[in-house]
């Protein structure tokens, strides 16, 4: 095993985990503020995608394409909070799920019936070849591009909630939603706001991972069940635990997949080796969520005192 | 010292209960004449539908006995599924068909699983539970799906059906609907035995106020964890049912999707009922049947019926019927 497979995973993973933060963020805080299990958050990420291949088409811009996705799916996200969703708060977490369960198959079989099963999106052309960042270490230029896009959009993620009024609405709606109310906070309109901007991020990571993951019906599934992993890591309603969370998930899945199967073969039998390879790596994250939870049953992070 | 019995656990009046015996017989003669009756109509692919249904009414109503009794709300429970699957599967390639040996293999298998499972889980809870229990799930998940030797990610087919002998032979679509009639017999009236117990009254006490329990002695722990294993072994017994229903098993029995599913069921039909898993499990599947002879977007409008039943019937399918059936009782 070499230095640069060493380096070009870890920047694998940290472009993952950074994707994944888009998601969690909006997830984390829906979670913390309104107690409310959203399971369908990861149709957003679905719709996001869909929309962004769609404007692509229309447009013949990938650029164009991503920043109508943007603030459609944001739309799309704060139109189903006001009509369905906001009805659930005051409700239990079982017919959150229910409900949330009933959006997923909605949303699934809606995108199916409006544009297939699924839909092309590739990276521009400029960025489809590599990069030489180091002598002999060639990164994909469209992998730096996600790496960038997420680090800034987790910087002005967190200057929004901790330098602006509105991020210290939110953090106090998360750290005790009661007190929140009582102070005069409109908690109604605040979470609106921060569905929307959940949905705008999911739309962001749907749009930049489409061309690696494919843009198709069910792709939300599979990483909704990584963010829950990462905010319950992370601590729920955590901004800053859904960052770590994120990146310690995204580099462990990673380096699970790709290099626990070199030092496998390096050290057992290569039939024994190529079976447990692909396993080890899955079970490490929910390995990892389970002691972190065992250490510490409120996360990493808890956002309330 | 007494266990403590929150006023919602109390039986019902007597008339209430003759009325209930009456409609248990009533259930169980329509359960016994419809495959014979499916026989005669020449609709015997109807039989195994049946069948089919009544092995998730098992499933859920293993699941409704942890969550809705318990309320602990395990997002995992389809590893127990997958186990007992797997070890019916495993037993039959390896040539031991008997089921006298591979169904209760099964159980004891999940149950054991379930021990180590719960003991870490049970440290945790709230929403913390929900996701501890789906990643022990997962785990198992990945693993399954790395056993060559069993299929991995494509499956295991089994050759025979579990045998039992006296003549019963389960490749016989009448005698395996009647042999899972009897197991979903007998899981609901273990189910009603255990929660009319003291041991059921506890568990009750714990779910409405745990602080309570445990101040009044109850080793809370160590009664939610044996709860937990007995509805690990009858979800175990409900995936021996599965293999033998399909022939086949893959590891999408362990998925997540499958836990959510099974938890989507327990949640339609009524949770903490003793009917609220079958009800569940009935209308779920009974619905996607009827959908998917309409539409092959089926999913949409299965969709918009849960959604209506959460938003309009809070307490799930069993609690709509009791609120009929006593406005029936009050216009009388």
Known sequence: ?305 | MAAPVPPAAQSAAPPRRAAGVAGVALLAVAAIVYPFAMKALDAEFYVSVASRMMVYAIAATSLNLILGYGGLVSFGHAAFLGIGAYTVGILITEGVTSGWIGIPAAMLLAALVAVPIGAVSLRTRGVYFIMITLAFAQMLFYLVNSIKAYGGDEGLNIRVRSAFGFGLNLKDDLTFYFVVLVCLAGTLLLVHRIMGSRFGRIVLAMRDDDVRAEALGVPTFRYKLVLFVIGAALGGLAGALMVNQQNYVNPNVLHWTQSGTLMVMVILGGVGSLWGGVVGAFALLVLEEVVAAYTVHWQFWVGWVLLAIVLYAPKGLVGLLRRAAEREGAAK
């Not at chain 1, 399971?39 to 962004?52: I, N």
């Not at chain 1, 930049?208 to 905010?231: C, H, K, S």
């Not at chain 1, 380096?255 to 057992?268: I, M, S, W």
């Open chain 1, 1 to 305: 095993m070499s230095g640069i497979l060493l380096l070009e995973q870890s920047l694998n993973g940290l472009q993952f985990g950074l994707m994944l933060f888009l998601l969690a963020a909006g997830l984390t805080l829906v979670f913390g503020i309104m107690d409310m299990i959203n399971l369908a958050h990861g149709s957003l990420y679905m719709v996001g995608a869909f929309l962004a291949a769609w404007f692509v088409q229309l447009t013949g811009s990938f650029v164009a394409g991503v920043l109508l996705a943007i603030p459609a799916t944001a739309a799309f996200g704060m139109a189903l909070e006001a009509a369905l969703l906001r009805s659930l708060y005051a409700r239990d977490h079982l017919s959150q799920v229910l409900a949330t369960f009933a959006l997923i198959l909605i949303i699934n079989e809606g995108v199916r019936m409006v544009w297939g099963s699924d839909l092309p999106l590739s990276a521009p052309a400029a960025l489809a070849g590599p990069v030489e960042l180091l002598p002999g270490l060639y990164y994909p230029a469209y992998r730096l591009l996600i790496i960038g896009v997420g680090l800034a959009l987790a910087l002005l993620l967190y200057v929004l909630v901790t330098r602006t009024r509105m991020g210290a609405l939110v953090r106090a709606g998360a750290s005790n939603r009661e007190m929140a109310m009582a102070m005069g906070i409109d908690i109604r309109r605040l979470f609106t706001a921060v569905f929307g901007i959940g949905a705008a991020l999911c739309a962001v990571a749907g749009a930049m991972l489409g061309p690696l993951l494919a843009v198709q019906v069910g792709m939300g599934e599979g990483i909704l069940i990584l963010a829950f992993v990462v905010i319950v890591i992370g601590g729920i309603g955590s901004i800053r635990g859904a960052l770590v969370g994120s990146l310690l998930v995204g580099l462990v899945d990673t380096a699970g997949r790709t290099l626990l199967p070199h030092l496998f073969r390096e050290f057992l039998p290569p039939q024994l080796a190529s079976a447990a390879g692909p396993a080890v790596g899955s079970i490490m994250i929910y390995l990892l969520m389970a002691v972190v939870l065992f250490v510490r049953p409120q996360g990493l992070f808890p956002a309330r005192g």
